[in-house]
């Protein structure tokens, strides 16, 4: 079976075919800065790059010319579209509708658009791509995979803010969390690696990309996420503030920022890229900090120590910890990161062992000392797999019925 998953952001559409007789990966393609004059446009398979700068107006065309990448005689991996036999799409929210992933029909179309309003920077795009996709290939399955849907475990005290009862009913304000086929895949993945049932574990995973999440999983089911009602909640990520005093948005309010700014400020200026004045990538700060750059350093020490505190609090909602798992870009690739966060968490018995760490950096395995309490891995995410094994999974589930 060969599927296409399908990863729409704002402004990019990541795509990616899959063998699933062996899980291998045929293509993997991206469309950037959609809807400007210059698009970026990458596709890879087996060592053949294609690289190329168009215009691409919106998220129909973007697909377009991946579909046409993938049958291209020279860069592509299919001689035609139909060798397609399922889509799986990333879509962020779910709200409180998606315990799981779906065949996508009209039922679901309108109830992502109905979750728009919680997720207006994610699932309008999400949408976008999932109609394209309907259009190109019309008679092809076409499956949903949530981010949320793996955090729907949490328990009421967890996701529910301390705000009036009737906001959550009316509004349906409550933290929802993200990342959540991240968390699912390393977490299992993790068990794997450990020969440890999932069902023994109290495990943090620490997804740490450009936007940044933990999750707190007891026994295989998350207990609580750093993420809330939107991504902009939790940990200091790339442009993100993660959690501040919700003081400081009327406070700006009313110093003459508008409210599209201040959410600007927060999502897009914020973060580690606001702190230090100079990048949201970690790559950069590091080179910042080895040139003596304070604001670089500051930026790093203020992401750092948050991480550690909320892997603190989640030790203490878990009573306990076995397992704590680094993931995404800075996770799998940052070795300082994950020496610096586990010196703070030596009093729990997390001792990293730093030869382990440095050599196993940007690898899958066990970094821990011999003496730690805690297994601590770094584990590379693959939420294309996720998509795409769920995708296989729902669409052999219909066609047996
Ligand atoms: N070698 C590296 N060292 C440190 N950080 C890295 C490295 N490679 C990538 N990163 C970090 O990972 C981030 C991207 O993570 P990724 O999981 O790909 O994000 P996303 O999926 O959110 O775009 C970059 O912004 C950068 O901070
Ligand atoms: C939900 C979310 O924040 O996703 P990303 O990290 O891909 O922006
Ligand atoms: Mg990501």
Request: hydrophobic letters at 35%; glycine letters at 8%; a negative charge.
């Amino acid at each position: 079976m060969k599927i296409l998953v399908i990863n729409s952001g704002s402004s990019s559409l990541k795509y990616q075919i899959l063998e699933m007789e062996n899980e291998s990966c045929l293509v993997k393609g991206l469309v950037e800065r959609i809807g400007e004059q210059e698009s970026d446009i990458e596709q890879e398979n087996e060592g053949k790059e294609y690289k190329n700068i168009t215009k691409i107006k919106d998220h129909e065309e973007a697909l377009k010319k991946a579909m046409e990448l993938i049958t291209d005689p020279e860069y592509g991996c299919l001689k035609e579209l139909n060798e397609i036999d399922a889509v799986g799409h990333r879509v962020v929210h779910g709200g409180e509708e998606f315990f799981s992933s779906v065949l996508i029909d009209e039922e679901v179309i309108k109830a992502i658009e109905e979750n728009s309003d919680l997720a207006p920077l994610h699932n309008p795009p999400n949408l976008m791509g999932i109609r394209a996709a309907k259009k190109l290939l019309p008679n092809v399955p076409q499956v949903a995979v949530f981010d949320t849907s793996f955090h729907h475990s949490m328990p009421e005290k967890a996701y529910m803010y301390g705000l009036p009862y009737e906001v959550y009913q009316k509004y349906k304000i409550r933290r929802y969390g993200f990342h959540g086929t991240s968390h699912r895949y390393v977490s299992q993945k993790a068990s794997e690696i450990l020969k440890k049932d999932m069902k023994e574990l109290k495990m943090i995973t620490a997804h740490l990309g450009n936007g940044a999440s933990l999750a707190a999983i007891d026994r295989g089911k998350v207990i609580d996420t750093s993420m809330g009602f939107t991504p902009l909640e939790g940990l200091i990520m790339g442009t993100r503030s993660g959690d501040i005093d919700p003081g400081i948005v009327f406070f700006l309010i009313r110093k003459g920022y508008s409210v599209d700014e201040v959410d600007d400020l927060l999502n897009k200026r914020s973060g580690v890229y606001g702190l230090s004045k100079m990048s949201n990538d970690m790559r950069d700060i590091r080179k910042g900090i080895e040139n003596g750059d304070k604001k670089a350093k500051l930026a790093y020490d203020v992401y750092v120590y948050r991480l550690a505190k909320y892997i603190g609090s989640y030790i203490t909602a878990l009573k306990g910890l076995d397992v704590l798992v680094f993931t995404a870009g800075v996770g799998e690739n940052d070795e300082h990161v994950r020496m610096d966060v586990c010196d703070y968490l030596d009093f729990f018995g997390v001792k990293i062992d730093k030869e382990k760490n440095t050599l196993l950096n940007r690898k899958n395995g066990i970094i821990s000392a011999s003496d730690s309490d805690v297994d601590i891995l770094i584990v590379k995410t693959d939420e294309e797999l996720m998509i795409a094994q769920d995708t296989k999974r729902i669409v052999e589930e219909v066609n047996e019925k």
